[in-house]
C-alpha cells in the first residue's frame, strides 16, 4: 500500500487540508500543537474509522456539525479511495471499478481485500507518540500486556475474570445430603399439617349441618324486621297525629291574627301600578337635570380649551432654525476633538511639538485636554438644543385645536339631548323631582307592606290546608285509641328475635368463611408437599450430575490457571522476542548501532551485547540501560521487525515521534538511521510516515509535510 492524497475536512485543527503524498520515508515536520498527530490520525481514521484516544464527537472542528476524511492509495497496482465522515455512518471504499458503501460493508471489505484490520493497524501499523519504544523500555509487567496485545491476547485477563465468575458460581460444596435431610424434613412437616387442617374441616362441616339452612334464617330475619318496622310506623303515626293537630291550632290562630293587622287598603297590584308610574316620572326629571347640568360643564369645557396658549407658524420654524444651527455647531465640535484626540496621542515626554518637531515652552498635553473639555461641554449644550423644539411646538398646537374641537362636539350632545326632553316633555319642572322622590317612597313602603301582609295570610291558609289534610289521613290510619305501651314491648321483643337470627346467620356465614378458608390451605399444603417431593428428586438428580460439574469446574480452574499472564501469554511473548531477534540484529546492523541483541532469560525483553570492543560485564545488561539514542535504534528496528512478521504485505508503517527525550546531539546522530531507514523502507516496499517537530529528522526523508 502506498498513500497518494488525502483530504482532510473539518477534522480537529484542519478545516479544510489536502496533501499529495509522493515519498518513501515522508516526513511530518512542525511544532507541538500543530496537527501533526491528528494528521496521522486522520489517517488510521479513514482506515479502521477509529483513532485511538478520542472520542468522534471531538473529531469535529469546533463548532461544525460533521467533516470527512478522503484518502487515495494504491494497492498492488489498484487505485483505491476511502471517504470516511466523522460523526455520520457515511463511508464509502473505491477500488478498482467496484464500489461499496456503509461503514460496516467498507470494514469487511478493508479486512478481507487488503488485510486492514483494526487491532492490526493500532498495535503495528500506527506507533502512536511515546510508544515506539515502550514496548521494549517500559516496566516489566506493562511490557508482557503490550506483548500480549501484539499477539492478539489482550483480552486474555478478561477471558480468565469470566472464567472466575463461572468457577464461583459453579464451584460449590457437595452438600446434597443435608440438602435431603432438610427437604424430607419440610415434606413430613407439610404432610402433617395437611392432615390436621383436614381434620378441623371436617369437624367445622358436622357443625354447620346441624344449623338451619341461611335462606330460612334470612326469611325469618326478613320477616321480624318487617313487624318492628310497622310497629315503630304505628308509634310515629300517632306521635305525628298529636303535632299535626297542634299545628293545625297554632296556623288557625295567626290567620285569625293576620286579618286584624292594620294594612294598605289597595291590592298589590294597583299600588305596583302607582310606584311604576311614579318612578317613570321621577326619572325624566332626574334626566332633564343632568342634561342642564352637562350643558354647563361643556360650555366651561369648551372655555378652557379656548383659552390654551397655540403657537403660531413664525415660532415653528424659528424652532426648527436654531436646532438646524446647532446641529451644524455639533459636527464642527466633533471634527475639533478628534483633531484634538489626534493631536494627544502624539504627545511624548520628550516634550516636542508632535507637528513641527520643536521644543516646547508650556505642557502641550494639558492645554489640548483642556481644550477638549471646553469642547465636550459645548457638545453636551448643543445636544440640548438640537432636541426639535417645533415638534413640542406643534403637538402643543395640536392639543389645544383638539381640546376645543372635542368640547364643541360634546356640548352640542348636550343641547340636543336636553332640547329632547323639552319638546317631549313641555311641562316638565326640576323643582318637582324631591317631591316626586318622596311620593315614590311612601308608595314602595306602602307596596312592601300590602305584600308583607299577603304573605302572612298566604303562610297561614296554606299551613291550615297542609295540617288538615295531615290530620284526616292519620286518623284513617289510625281508627281507634292506640296502646303505646305495648307496641314498646313488643318492639324489644322483636330485637331480641333478630339479634338471635342476626348471630346464628353471622356463625353461619363464620363456619363457611373457615371452611373456605381450611379447603384453601389444605389445597396449599398440599401443592407444598407435591414440590417438596419434586423438589426431592430433583435434588437426588443433581447429586448424580454434581461429580460431573465438579470434574467440569476442574478443567475450568485449568484453562484459567493457563490464561494467565504468566503462563501461556508470557511464553507466547518470549518466543515473539526469540522470532523477532534475529530480523531486530539485521535491521541494527543496517543502522550501524555498534550492538547486537538477545532475548533474555527472564521476563520478556532482550539483553544488550556490544559489538565495538567495549569491556562487557559478566552478565549481559538489559536493554533499558542503553542510552537514548541506542535505545530509539533498537525501537526503530523492533518496529520494522514486527512489522515484517505481522503485516508483511501492507506496505505502510508510521511513527509518531520516534525521537521524544532526545538530546539535541542524539537527534542529529539519529539522522544517520533515518538514512538507513529509507532504504529499508525502498527494499520492503513500505511506506514510512514519521511525526517530527526535528528539522534534523526531516532532513533525510524524501518528502516534507510542513505543519506551522
Known amino acids: 500500500?502506498?498513500?497518494?492524497?488525502?483530504?482532510?475536512?473539518?477534522?480537529?485543527?484542519?478545516?479544510?487540508?489536502?496533501?499529495?503524498?509522493?515519498?518513501?520515508?515522508?516526513?511530518?515536520?512542525?511544532?507541538?500543537?500543530?496537527?501533526?498527530?491528528?494528521?496521522?490520525?486522520?489517517?488510521?481514521?479513514?482506515?479502521?474509522?477509529?483513532?485511538?484516544?478520542?472520542?468522534?464527537?471531538?473529531?469535529?472542528?469546533?463548532?461544525?456539525?460533521?467533516?470527512?476524511?478522503?484518502?487515495?492509495?494504491?494497492?498492488?497496482?489498484?487505485?483505491?479511495?476511502?471517504?470516511?465522515?466523522?460523526?455520520?455512518?457515511?463511508?464509502?471504499?473505491?477500488?478498482?471499478?467496484?464500489?461499496?458503501?456503509?461503514?460496516?460493508?467498507?470494514?469487511?471489505?478493508?479486512?478481507?481485500?487488503?488485510?486492514?484490520?483494526?487491532?492490526?493497524?493500532?498495535?503495528?501499523?500506527?506507533?502512536?507518540?511515546?510508544?515506539?519504544?515502550?514496548?521494549?523500555?517500559?516496566?516489566?509487567?506493562?511490557?508482557?500486556?503490550?506483548?500480549?496485545?501484539?499477539?492478539?491476547?489482550?483480552?486474555?485477563?478478561?477471558?480468565?475474570?469470566?472464567?472466575?465468575?463461572?468457577?464461583?458460581?459453579?464451584?460449590?460444596?457437595?452438600?446434597?445430603?443435608t440438602f435431603l435431610d432438610d427437604a424430607e424434613r419440610k415434606l413430613a412437616e407439610a404432610t402433617d399439617r395437611c392432615t390436621h387442617l383436614r381434620l378441623r374441616a371436617n369437624d367445622m362441616v358436622k357443625e354447620l349441618a346441624t344449623m338451619p339452612d341461611k335462606k330460612s334464617m334470612l326469611d325469618l330475619l326478613q320477616q321480624l324486621q318487617a313487624d318492628i318496622a310497622a310497629n315503630v310506623r304505628k308509634v310515629q303515626d300517632a306521635n305525628d297525629l298529636k303535632a299535626s293537630k297542634h299545628v293545625l291550632e297554632c296556623a288557625e290562630e295567626r290567620l285569625a291574627k293576620a286579618k286584624e293587622e292594620a294594612h294598605p287598603e289597595k291590592t298589590v297590584e294597583e299600588l305596583a301600578k302607582e310606584h311604576e308610574r311614579i318612578s317613570s316620572a321621577v326619572a325624566k326629571v332626574d334626566a332633564y337635570r343632568k342634561a342642564c347640568a352637562e350643558v354647563k360643564f361643556y360650555e366651561q369645557e369648551l372655555m378652557s380649551a379656548k383659552a390654551l396658549t397655540c403657537p403660531s407658524e413664525e415660532e415653528i420654524e424659528k424652532a426648527d432654525k436654531d436646532a438646524r444651527d446647532a446641529q451644524d455647531e455639533a459636527v464642527s465640535e466633533k471634527t475639533k476633538i478628534a483633531t484634538l484626540n489626534s493631536y494627544i496621542s502624539k504627545i511624548d515626554s520628550s516634550g516636542m511639538c508632535p507637528v513641527c518637531g520643536t521644543k516646547l515652552e508650556f505642557n502641550l498635553a494639558e492645554k489640548l485636554a483642556k481644550d477638549k473639555d471646553a469642547s465636550e461641554k459645548k457638545l453636551v449644550e448643543l445636544s440640548s438644543r438640537m432636541i426639535n423644539a417645533s415638534a413640542g411646538m406643534r403637538a402643543q398646537r395640536y392639543t389645544a385645536t383638539n381640546a376645543v374641537m372635542s368640547a364643541s362636539l360634546k356640548l352640542e350632545a348636550a343641547k340636543n339631548m336636553k332640547a329632547k326632553y323639552e319638546a317631549e316633555y313641555p311641562s316638565i319642572a326640576t323643582s318637582d323631582l324631591d317631591k316626586g322622590k318622596v311620593l315614590l317612597n311612601d308608595v314602595e313602603k306602602a307596596l312592601n307592606d300590602r305584600r308583607a301582609w299577603d304573605k302572612k295570610i298566604s303562610d297561614a291558609e296554606k299551613d291550615i290546608a297542609v295540617n288538615t289534610e295531615t290530620v284526616s289521613r292519620l286518623e284513617k290510619a289510625n281508627a281507634g285509641e292506640v296502646d303505646l305501651e305495648k307496641l314498646e314491648t313488643a318492639k324489644k321483643d322483636?330485637?331480641?328475635?333478630?339479634?338471635?337470627?342476626?348471630?346464628?346467620?353471622?356463625?353461619?356465614?363464620?363456619?363457611?368463611?373457615?371452611?373456605?378458608?381450611?379447603?384453601?390451605?389444605?389445597?396449599?399444603?398440599?401443592?407444598?408437599?407435591?414440590?417438596?417431593?419434586?423438589?426431592?428428586?430433583?435434588?437426588?438428580?443433581?447429586?448424580?450430575?454434581?461429580?460431573?460439574?465438579?470434574?467440569?469446574?476442574?478443567?475450568?480452574?485449568?484453562?484459567?490457571?493457563?490464561?494467565?499472564?504468566?503462563?501461556?501469554?508470557?511464553?507466547?511473548?518470549?518466543?515473539?522476542?526469540?522470532?523477532?531477534?534475529?530480523?531486530?540484529?539485521?535491521?541494527?546492523?543496517?543502522?550501524?548501532?555498534?550492538?547486537?541483541?538477545?532475548?533474555?532469560?527472564?521476563?520478556?525483553?532482550?539483553?544488550?551485547?556490544?559489538?565495538?570492543?567495549?569491556?562487557?560485564?559478566?552478565?549481559?545488561?538489559?536493554?533499558?540501560?542503553?542510552?537514548?539514542?541506542?535505545?530509539?535504534?533498537?525501537?526503530?528496528?523492533?518496529?520494522?521487525?514486527?512489522?515484517?512478521?505481522?503485516?508483511?504485505?501492507?506496505?505502510?508503517?508510521?511513527?509518531?515521534?520516534?525521537?521524544?527525550?532526545?538530546?539535541?546531539?542524539?537527534?542529529?546522530?539519529?539522522?544517520?538511521?533515518?538514512?538507513?531507514?529509507?532504504?529499508?523502507?525502498?527494499?520492503?516496499?513500505?511506506?514510512?510516515?514519521?511525526?517530527?517537530?526535528?528539522?534534523?529528522?526531516?532532513?533525510?526523508?524524501?518528502?516534507?509535510?510542513?505543519?506551522?
Open 1 to 177: 500500500m502506498r498513500l497518494k492524497t488525502i483530504k482532510l475536512k473539518n477534522y480537529r485543527q484542519h478545516r479544510d487540508r489536502t496533501e499529495d503524498i509522493t515519498g518513501s520515508l515522508v516526513a511530518i515536520l512542525g511544532r507541538n500543537g500543530a496537527g501533526k498527530s491528528n494528521f496521522i490520525g486522520a489517517i488510521q481514521f479513514a482506515l479502521t474509522g477509529d483513532q485511538p484516544g478520542t472520542n468522534k464527537k471531538d473529531l469535529v472542528s469546533w463548532g461544525e456539525k460533521d467533516g470527512y476524511v478522503d484518502l487515495s492509495f494504491v494497492y498492488n497496482g489498484l487505485n483505491c479511495n476511502i471517504k470516511r465522515y466523522i460523526t455520520s455512518p457515511s463511508c464509502v471504499l473505491t477500488y478498482g471499478k467496484e464500489k461499496v458503501s456503509g461503514a460496516k460493508a467498507v470494514e469487511a471489505v478493508l479486512k478481507e481485500r487488503f488485510g486492514i484490520d483494526k487491532d492490526l493497524c493500532k498495535q503495528i501499523i500506527f506507533v502512536r507518540q511515546a510508544e515506539t519504544s515502550a514496548i521494549l523500555f517500559d516496566e516489566p509487567r506493562k511490557r508482557e500486556l503490550a506483548f500480549q496485545r501484539l499477539a492478539g491476547l489482550g483480552d486474555t485477563e478478561k477471558i480468565s475474570n469470566v472464567l472466575a465468575g463461572i468457577i464461583q458460581k459453579y464451584d460449590i460444596p457437595d452438600n446434597y445430603d
Open 494 to 708: 322483636l330485637s331480641v328475635q333478630i339479634a338471635t337470627v342476626t348471630d346464628g346467620i353471622a356463625r353461619y356465614d363464620t363456619l363457611a368463611g373457615e371452611i373456605a378458608a381450611l379447603n384453601g390451605a389444605i389445597a396449599t399444603t398440599d401443592e407444598q408437599v407435591k414440590a417438596s417431593r419434586q423438589y426431592i428428586e430433583e435434588l437426588r438428580e443433581n447429586k448424580e450430575k454434581s461429580a460431573e460439574t465438579r470434574r467440569r469446574v476442574g478443567v475450568l480452574k485449568t484453562v484459567r490457571q493457563a490464561l494467565h499472564y504468566s503462563e501461556i501469554p508470557r511464553e507466547l511473548s518470549v518466543k515473539i522476542v526469540k522470532a523477532l531477534t534475529k530480523d531486530v540484529n539485521n535491521y541494527l546492523d543496517l543502522f550501524s548501532a555498534p550492538f547486537e541483541v538477545e532475548p533474555s532469560n527472564e521476563g520478556v525483553g532482550f539483553l544488550v551485547r556490544f559489538t565495538d570492543g567495549r569491556k562487557m560485564p559478566d552478565e549481559l545488561p538489559d536493554a533499558s540501560y542503553l542510552s537514548g539514542g541506542q535505545k530509539v535504534q533498537l525501537a526503530v528496528a523492533f518496529r520494522f521487525a514486527t512489522y515484517g512478521l505481522f503485516a508483511p504485505k501492507l506496505g505502510l508503517l508510521v511513527l509518531d515521534e520516534p525521537t521524544a527525550y532526545l538530546d539535541e546531539q542524539t537527534i542529529t546522530r539519529f539522522g544517520d538511521v533515518l538514512k538507513k531507514i529509507m532504504d529499508v523502507a525502498k527494499s520492503m516496499n513500505v511506506q514510512v510516515l514519521c511525526a517530527t517537530h526535528h528539522a534534523q529528522v526531516s532532513a533525510e526523508a524524501d518528502q516534507t509535510i510542513t505543519f506551522v
